[in-house]
């Protein structure tokens, strides 16, 4: 029996000798709408200070390109040459050191300027794609490991190193509000934490999106009477986590079995195995805001899921607090439920530059958390203004693999510049569509 060779690699000749291709054609996009939206601009308006010597480079452009290049699936300043490689597509794009002092520059001032910056380009946005039926921020913290001595890591909880960064997401959207940089040792249920990040948010959102219906959904990290009291304040509703107290346990221990009521699935279906009901608690007597209510889930756990606590059918349970008003308790525990998306946010910010924190100063670190917000705005505001279909719902890797790092060829003609798709791309036609939604987009004003 002969075996016929199949391998192409020994056969393959290769050579460098091709000029004017990009494995870049998609990220493309990201750069014309940040300048579309107006982002760039406003960013460059709101650090113009920045450039102290005389440089060809303006840092709002700088700080676009470190965005984009974020984006892209870079994690390090000398991922940027990703992009500088190939000026036709890019233009001139900052060395490292220069594109390190844009970002050493942004003290605490500057990034509050760029913040306002990212709020205006938020709000056309907005304009443009639509702002969500009801406004919904969902704040989380996570760890992010350091491997070396850097400024203010510590000990974390799980007995790793590095920082405790805290973010918050828009549940819709998936856009990347506001996060600040922690030590590693900060508690995960820090009241000025979670108002701080929940007062950055809020300055990210156009004042008409700023009602009473604004929902803000934390875990137990959040069940602090400082930070509700401060939501409350604020005018807006908040679903919480609620840390099974001894009075909990009694209080569930003691519903009756006509108490509970059948849960809802994300569809609005009737989840089975699951139940829901509102505990006799008095909250305001134990200083929580007026009108908050405690509401029960119980649920089979999954095999070799660790229980708290049990009666004697083996129910998992978790409580939330919330001043949500309404008699379907169903219907408040699966707007709760659905804070688990924020995770989902966190995991893609974390494969958009958040897993490294590049450098040994806290500040710069900090600025670079803003940056990995700026890119996760970008993308998803690229799904919400230039895609549709599944480009338009994928996370980050997919949408690189599949439309940002599509190979292309650049030509010249009659003095205008054309990118060429590989023909046959199973996304050429998605990437293509975007393109002209792109054009189309009004100039900023």
Same mark, same amino acid.
């Given at each position: 029996m002969q075996v016929k060779r199949t391998e192409t690699i020994g056969s393959l000749q290769v050579v460098a000798d091709a000029d004017c291709l990009t494995s870049r054609a998609g990220t493309a996009l990201l750069v014309g709408l940040a300048d579309r939206v107006g982002l760039t601009r406003a960013i460059s308006q709101a650090i113009g200070d920045v450039r102290q010597r005389r440089s060809r480079h303006d840092p709002g452009r700088t700080l676009r390109d470190l965005?984009?290049?974020? =984006?892209?699936?870079?994690?390090?300043?000398?991922?940027?040459?990703?992009?500088?490689?190939?000026?036709?597509? /890019?233009?001139?794009?900052?060395?490292?050191? !220069?594109? #390190? *002092?844009?970002?050493?520059?942004?003290?605490?001032?500057?990034?509050?300027?760029?913040?306002? =910056? %990212?709020?205006?380009?938020?709000?056309?946005?907005?304009?443009?794609?639509?702002?969500?039926?009801?406004? !919904?921020?969902?704040?989380?913290?996570?760890?992010?490991?350091?491997?070396?001595?850097?400024?203010?890591?510590?000990? !974390?909880y799980k007995h790793g190193f590095g920082f405790h960064p805290l973010l918050c997401y828009e549940a819709t959207t998936h856009e990347g509000l506001a996060g600040v940089l922690r030590p590693g040792n900060a508690g995960a249920n820090t009241a000025s934490d979670h108002i701080e990040v929940l007062d950055f948010a809020v300055e990210q959102l156009p004042e008409e999106a700023c009602g009473p219906g604004l929902l803000v959904r934390a875990d137990s990290g959040g069940a602090s009477h400082a930070f509700l009291d401060h939501v409350v304040e604020r005018?807006?509703? /908040?679903?919480?986590?609620?840390?099974?107290?001894?009075?909990?346990?009694?209080?569930?221990?003691?519903?009756?079995?006509?108490?509970?009521?059948?849960?809802?699935?994300?569809?609005?279906?009737? *989840?089975?195995?699951?139940?829901? =009901?509102?505990?006799?608690?008095?909250?305001? =007597?134990?200083? #929580?805001?007026?009108?908050?209510?405690?509401?029960? $889930? *119980?649920?089979?756990?999954?095999?070799?899921?660790?229980?708290?606590?049990?009666?004697?059918?083996?129910?998992? /349970?978790?409580?939330?607090?919330?001043?949500?008003?309404? %008699?379907?308790?169903?219907?408040?525990?699966?707007?709760?439920?659905?804070?688990?998306?924020?995770?989902? $946010?966190? $995991?893609?910010?974390?494969? !958009?530059?958040l897993r490294n924190l590049p450098f040994r100063g806290f500040q710069p670190n900090a600025a670079w958390l803003e940056l990995v917000l700026i890119a996760q705005d970008l993308l998803a505001w690229t799904q919400r203004l230039l895609l549709t279909g599944e480009l338009a719902r994928c996370e980050p890797k997919r949408l690189r693999y599949r439309l940002l790092h599509v190979a292309g060829r650049l030509t010249r003609h009659a003095r205008r510049l054309r990118l060429h798709l590989p023909r046959g791309w199973a996304w050429g036609e998605q990437l293509l569509d975007a393109f002209q939604r792109l054009r189309l987009l009004p100039a900023p004003p």
């Amino acid at each position: 029996m002969q075996v016929k060779r199949t391998e192409t690699i020994g056969s393959l000749q290769v050579v460098a000798d091709a000029d004017c291709l990009t494995s870049r054609a998609g990220t493309a996009l990201l750069v014309g709408l940040a300048d579309r939206v107006g982002l760039t601009r406003a960013i460059s308006q709101a650090i113009g200070d920045v450039r102290q010597r005389r440089s060809r480079h303006d840092p709002g452009r700088t700080l676009r390109d470190l965005a984009v290049m974020l =984006a892209d699936g870079g994690d390090c300043l000398a991922d940027l040459s990703a992009l500088r490689a190939q000026p036709a597509l /890019f233009g001139g794009v900052a060395s490292d050191a !220069t594109a #390190w *002092r844009a970002l050493a520059a942004l003290d605490a001032a500057r990034l509050q300027a760029v913040r306002r =910056a %990212r709020a205006e380009a938020r709000g056309r946005v907005w304009q443009l794609a639509g702002a969500p039926r009801r406004v !919904t921020l969902d704040l989380d913290a996570t760890l992010v490991t350091a491997h070396s001595d850097k400024e203010q890591a510590a000990g !974390t909880y799980k007995h790793g190193f590095g920082f405790h960064p805290l973010l918050c997401y828009e549940a819709t959207t998936h856009e990347g509000l506001a996060g600040v940089l922690r030590p590693g040792n900060a508690g995960a249920n820090t009241a000025s934490d979670h108002i701080e990040v929940l007062d950055f948010a809020v300055e990210q959102l156009p004042e008409e999106a700023c009602g009473p219906g604004l929902l803000v959904r934390a875990d137990s990290g959040g069940a602090s009477h400082a930070f509700l009291d401060h939501v409350v304040e604020r005018g807006f509703r /908040f679903s919480v986590g609620f840390d099974l107290t001894e009075p909990v346990r009694e209080a569930v221990l003691a519903l009756p079995e006509r108490a509970w009521r059948p849960a809802l699935t994300q569809k609005g279906e009737e *989840r089975e195995g699951a139940a829901v =009901a509102e505990l006799a608690l008095d909250l305001e =007597a134990n200083g #929580w805001p007026a009108g908050t209510r405690a509401i029960c $889930r *119980r649920e089979r756990p999954h095999p070799g899921a660790q229980l708290s606590f049990s009666d004697e059918n083996g129910y998992r /349970f978790q409580v939330f607090i919330t001043n949500q008003q309404g %008699r379907r308790i169903e219907r408040l525990e699966q707007l709760h439920r659905a804070h688990a998306v924020v995770e989902d $946010r966190i $995991r893609c910010g974390k494969d !958009t530059g958040l897993r490294n924190l590049p450098f040994r100063g806290f500040q710069p670190n900090a600025a670079w958390l803003e940056l990995v917000l700026i890119a996760q705005d970008l993308l998803a505001w690229t799904q919400r203004l230039l895609l549709t279909g599944e480009l338009a719902r994928c996370e980050p890797k997919r949408l690189r693999y599949r439309l940002l790092h599509v190979a292309g060829r650049l030509t010249r003609h009659a003095r205008r510049l054309r990118l060429h798709l590989p023909r046959g791309w199973a996304w050429g036609e998605q990437l293509l569509d975007a393109f002209q939604r792109l054009r189309l987009l009004p100039a900023p004003p």
